[in-house]
């Protein structure tokens, strides 16, 4: 009776759950089916943990149960009390975690199968040349994304460097020895013989913390939405290998299907930057040009207050606003939607133009606008709304700079070249609420500031919205 | 022909690989976030793997290990799949 269990009904189980996760995924692509896609998937998670369960048998529970509790409080308490402005940072610790499951238990199977049994027989002749070959490369993906995933996270925290990038001398020198490094250890690790696996077992993890450090260190936060993607994929391909050293198909479909996500994803986002991954990856962006930080000179640029601005906005039949990172720093996405109410009900089209890469992770001005009830048909994607500048009154940029910047299409040395824009530039007046001239992450000069159309108010956005929201309501 | 474990894996793999880029291209933006934080609750699988490491009560270096390997899982699963749904019940709450 049992063998028929784990020989059939549990394999059965394991098949129902990957296609109920194909189903919730096709489904979570969809607006009106996402929230079903959403339970859908995890019903099937449930089920693959009571079939594995019910795989077992009677064992032991204490350890299962305490980390199932440790873990369900930690993961239940971040996920009712994170702000949807940290949602980034949420999204990429995540990431991590699930990178770190993967190598822990590729090491866990490491102690059990070779350092507690006392083997002197190679891995390989052990648990199997594939086995062992994957348990390695568990571990390298599963500690790069862990590792590169915490960097990701101080990154948006703003801890470290306030995001930006940090470049160390010969960095590629470094990462290539370091990978070389990796697979000679995951070689080691199969193939020696005498006993001792968790010698390269360990150093293999510290190798790939390492590289998941140095990887991500160079990127700056603009590139933040690429980064926090990929490190999506790389948790996926973790699983998979997880499934390899187990054997166990679900944990390979299930990895893979993330992989493919993730990668979905990370391309969108090269594309709305025009870079390559590699390009990417490999670093540098702003090193080269853009004139040293960006502390170049503007000129020709006005600014006013509130007061003229609301003046404007009160005459304007259609206005557009630019959400970007800023909006989520000075957390001012309900102020938008009061201002966007007010103006609605004067009778004025208000939309909102995203561009792929705003903010800090794919999407982020989407929740971030949802959270305050804005709805989502007013949201309109770069390739729609670009035409429609022409004809509009009023854009307001609130806290988004690069992906606002003209030169990115007429200035050949800029870094930013190619990459498509949002065309506020077409519009009858731009309004740029900004703390300071100071360049975006990218580093450089924004030549939107000095459009003859262009007009600056400095300051918080929240503050500056809340003003215009007190002046309109006197108008 | 017979397939040894590791083919049939790879086979798995790349076939899983193609019906997940079938299946979630053309995702709307408005759902990017929401897709890659539910994807990566999804990747929490490996709880499966992580349930078979720690199935006995010594206080073995693999059962501290894969204990770990469990509370990471199950953070992913369980925080990934509600702050997904949190966020997508923002999205469906204003449609009317």
Redesign the interface.
Known sequence: MSDLISSTLVPLIYLLSAVLFILGLKRLGRVRTARSGNTIASTAMLLAVLGTLLDMGQVDYRFIIAGVILGGLVGGIAAVKVEMTSMPEMVALFNGFGGAASALVALAVVWQELVETGSVDSAASVIGGSQAVTVGLSILIGALTLSGSLIAFLKLQGKLKRGQPIMLPGRHVINALLGIGAVVLVGQFAYQTGGGAEQPALMLTLVSLALGVLLVIPIGGADMPVVVSLLNSYSGMAASATGFVLGNNLLIISGALVGASGLILTQIMCVAMNRSLLNVLVGGFGEDGGGGGGDEEYSNVTSCGAEEAAMLLETAESVVVVPGYGLAVAQAQHAVREMADLLIARGCKVTYAIHPVAGRMPGHMNVLLAEADVPYEQLLEMDVINPEFKSTDVSIVLGANDVVNPAALSDKSSPIYGMPILNVHDSRSVFVVKRSLSPGYAGIKNTLFEHDNTTMIFGDAKKVLQDVINELKSL | MTMG??L??IY??VL??????E???????????????????????????????????DP????????????????????????????????????K
């Open positions: 474990p590791l049939i894996g798995v793999l899983a690989s193609f019906v997940g880029f299946v979630i291209t053309k995702v709307p933006p408005t759902l990017h976030t929401p897709l890659m934080s539910g994807a990566n609750a999804i990747s929490g699988i490996t709880i499966v793997g992580a349930l078979h490491t720690a199935k006995t009560a073995t270096i693999s059962n501290i290990l894969g204990c770990a390997a469990i509370a990471f899982a199950t953070i992913n699963v369980v925080g990934g799949f509600m702050v997904t749904d949190r966020m997508l019940k923002m999205f469906g709450k204003k449609k």
